[in-house]
């Protein structure tokens, strides 16, 4: 078995900061993912990645950045954060790149801007 | 691109009945896989179960079961016997395959269920 772990899990900013989650998984998974949930809303991709130091970028990947320096962990970067944003980011991993594969999910980061 | 539409927002049910949630997609590929997920009232995403496009059986987890009507391009998640811990909000989701040969998932905005004792 495996985890995901995500930090912070609560993160309050002001508007206009730019704000970094951490994504760290012990699976030794290749792909990993970045979803944006607003509240009582279905997963929306930002980003994701196939391997180490790949980027690949979802539908909603504007005002965000992403780093994967390691295998084991990939990083999301909120640009310039917006007043009155409210979200729960998750992070996802899989193995390879098997489509019959399912996600493992963090707990998430939620995220609220002053 | 790829679409899933799950059209029920909300369902409450009696516990120890049975439930099914509908889920809808829309995909070019001949090939392609259907997940359910589970999220908690914690925010816990866990994966229930999958259904193979090129498998006529529907897949069975424990009291979790799919309808897979390939025809009809849809895939109802049936749970048997509720439990008062299976209230959660539901995602149907599908693998989509990218030119490059690698893959991201589709999900549908999910269906939230309650059961009541």
């Known amino acids: 078995g495996g985890i995901i772990t995500q930090t912070p899990k609560f993160l309050i900013g002001q508007e206009g900061q730019k704000l970094t989650l951490k994504c760290q998984q012990n699976?030794?998974?290749?792909?990993m993912y970045w979803y944006r949930q607003d509240s009582g809303k279905g997963l929306r991709l930002i980003y994701y990645?196939?391997?180490?130091?790949?980027?690949q970028k979802g539908d909603l990947s504007e005002g965000y950045d992403a780093s994967r320096e390691k295998k084991s962990s990939f990083s999301l970067t909120v640009t310039s954060a917006q007043k009155n944003e409210m979200a729960v980011f998750l992070c996802a991993s899989t193995t390879g790149t098997a489509p019959y594969a399912e996600q493992f999910f963090g707990p998430g980061t939620r995220l609220t801007v002053l | 691109a790829q679409k899933v539409t799950q059209t029920q927002t909300s369902i409450s049910v009696m516990e120890k009945t049975t439930v099914t949630m509908d889920c809808v997609y829309e995909t070019q590929d001949s090939s392609y896989f259907l997940f359910w997920y589970k999220q908690t009232a914690s925010g816990e995403i866990v994966f229930l179960i999958r259904q193979d496009s090129y498998k006529k059986e529907n897949a069975t987890v424990g009291h979790y079961s799919l309808n897979f009507q390939k025809p009809k391009s849809s895939i109802g998640l049936i749970i048997t016997a509720t439990q008062i811990e299976d209230s959660a909000v539901y995602f149907c989701a599908m693998r989509e395959r990218y030119n490059t040969g690698n893959y991201k998932y589709v999900f549908g905005a999910g269906t939230r269920l309650k059961v009541i004792a």
């Open positions: 699976f030794n998974h290749d792909t």
């Open positions: 990645s196939i391997t180490e130091n790949d980027l």
